[in-house]
């Protein structure tokens, strides 16, 4: 089975399952996990941050910087196609008392003017903006790289007005790879950085977030309020080590794959992909006849072996990574040319 739908799915190598198994470990609620406190430190040194914090999952690493950022009765500046806005069952909502202000922006990446016009006046009678949160990559926009002036635009909108930016970088290191800039430098001005080791770096857990030591010290406490605190989990953090260090470069593949995919499925007779939107490991397919709608289709290809989800009637995400080949490219386009005909 060829598995397209998201680069979650990635199971742990057996290098990786090795570091794991020999991994030394300790109680990180009491801070003492050697382990964590090796890939705490890798990260704040990847990051151009002072320190970071495990955290079991993406979504609560972006939970607790929202938390620590903000003070509840604010709103957060975020675009309408944001997973903190869309996949994250309103957590702001329910652990921060915040709410968001939406943006329609450009390939889910707003353009400094678009957030400038999302703050509202300073007014007791309106709700102060209590954070700004930007993704890198736009993850439903189809993988696109935040671009790098429009965030020092918005870094410097945000110093101006007192505001803390939010990165949800969940595969910043896509970003980095493809634009061959570090992670530092693509998170430049940013107080906080969240990102994922679960999904194309391949560990099996874990998410990093990282920002100023002041920041962190607060956020340990919003980590262990929402049970996010770990005992002698040195073993998931092994496996982080060993995706920062073995898996970051390796993303490259990934998207060679993804261009091939999306070259090969845009030349076919009722399917519409972008190629101007196909800059890491994302591929967004529009369905149209004579080809089936996006779940038709998505069906037929799960009987010939290709996993994929619609994202809606006619639109599709195909997510490539470390556990599908070149030679899975090309059996998935075949599969495709098959299942692509007339409804």
Known sequence: ???????TVTRPSEPMRRAMYEAEVGD???AEDPTINRLQELTAQMSGREAALLVPTGSMGNAVCLDVLTSPGSEVVCDKLSHICNYELSSMAVFSGLTPRVIDGPQGC??????????????????PTGCISVENTANIAGGRIYPLDRLR???????????????DGARIFNSAVAT?????????????VMFCLSKGLGAPVGSMIAGERAFIEEAWRSRKRMGGGMRQAGILAAAGIYALEHNVERLADDHANARR????????EGLEVDLEQVETNIVMVCTAPPAPDAVE????????????????????????????SSEDISRAIDAFRASAGKA
């Open 153 to 167: 635009e918005i870094t410097k909108l945000a110093e101006s007005k007192k505001i803390p930016v939010h990165m």
């Open 297 to 324: 289709l998505c069906g037929r290809l799960n009987a010939a072996g290709v996993r994929v989800d619609p994202l809606g009637k006619n639109l599709t995400r195909l997510v490539t990574h470390l556990d599908v």
């Open 261 to 268: 995919l999306a070259e090969a499925l845009g030349g076919m």
């Open 110 to 127: 707003p353009t400094a003017a678009q957030v400038a016009d999302a703050i509202l006046p300073d007014i007791y009678y309106v709700a």
């Open 180 to 192: 061959g800039k570090p992670v530092a430098e693509l998170s430049a001005g940013v107080a906080t």
């Open 1 to 7: 089975m060829i598995d397209l739908r998201s680069d």
């Open 28 to 30: 990180d609620v009491y």
